[in-house]
């Protein structure tokens, strides 16, 4: 008896490579990626870690602070990059991605302060300061693990749709709802603007995990898994990465 094969689609083959994990809340979710930083972590002292903000990632930074606690990690040679930061702003600033990073994960592991980095949302010459981030990821000898989260546009760290697949490190202009309406002790003011790590610089990551959380993100989950790779979806292009994974809650994969 001759067996049928079905032959793979082209699309389902390029699929393969995105392991997609459901998991039953945002607790879980935090749990399980903390887990999974840790994992790697402890398979190599000096990890590069490509690191994001935003609700989504605030439970993962927790959990791995809880972790570290226990005294089973040791950050002390870990270089860490942050994904990006509004500009122009001080990274003193309360509403900086420079002080969420702080307050959340940097004041409580021992990283040294010199071997984490954002782009500086201070400099004067924002060319060449996002020319000297993309250097120094490279000098690093890149990222291993890139957390990202995804914004209900399908943004990855500040590329809004339309972002090219190539773009590196740059100044961008952000889409009406990731406008910062407010910042702090300035007066009114809005900040429209961000440097980012570009598509290719999150590209280049050795793996990517990328988390999503709440109904809200249903829908643009269910774009970017079942979708087609489109710039109008920025993260859809990570079906297109060698090692991806995706954990969601059960509300962000609600839709898929
Ligand atoms: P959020 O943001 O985690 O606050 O939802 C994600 C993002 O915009 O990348």
Not at 26 to 50: H, P, T
Not at 66 to 75: E, N, R, S
Not at 195 to 202: F, N, R
Request: proline share 4%; net charge negative.
């Amino acid at each position: 008896m001759r067996l049928k094969y079905r032959k793979l689609s082209y699309r389902e083959m390029l699929y393969t490579t995105m392991e997609v994990k459901v998991l039953n809340n945002y607790d879980e979710l935090s749990k399980k990626s903390a887990v999974f930083v840790a994992k790697r972590l402890l398979q190599k002292d000096n990890l590069v870690l490509g690191l994001a903000t935003g609700d989504t990632p605030k439970g993962l930074y927790r959990e791995l602070v809880k972790i570290y606690q226990t005294g089973l990690l040791d950050f002390s040679e870990v270089t860490t990059f942050n994904l990006d930061e509004y500009y122009p702003i001080s990274p003193e600033n309360a509403a900086s991605f420079a002080t969420f990073m702080k307050e959340r994960f940097f004041d409580h592991v021992n990283i040294p302060e010199d071997q984490s980095h954002l782009p500086d949302g201070s400099a004067q010459e924002v060319e060449k300061e996002c020319k000297e981030y993309e250097d120094l990821i490279h000098s690093a000898g890149g990222i291993d693990l890139q957390i990202l989260g995804i914004g209900t546009n399908g943004h990855i760290g500040y590329n809004e749709p339309g972002s090219k697949w190539g773009s590196e490190t740059r100044l961008v202009t952000l889409k009406e709802e990731n406008v910062l309406e407010d910042v702090p002790g300035e007066p009114a003011r809005k900040l429209n603007k961000a440097l980012t790590m570009g598509i290719k610089s999150i590209m280049q990551a050795q793996e990517v995990l990328l988390l999503a959380s709440g109904r809200k993100k249903a829908e643009i989950i269910a774009r970017t898994i079942d979708g087609e790779i489109s710039r109008e979806v920025p993260a859809s292009i990570l079906h297109l990465h060698p090692s991806v994974t995706i954990y969601l809650d059960r509300d962000a994969a609600s839709e898929l």
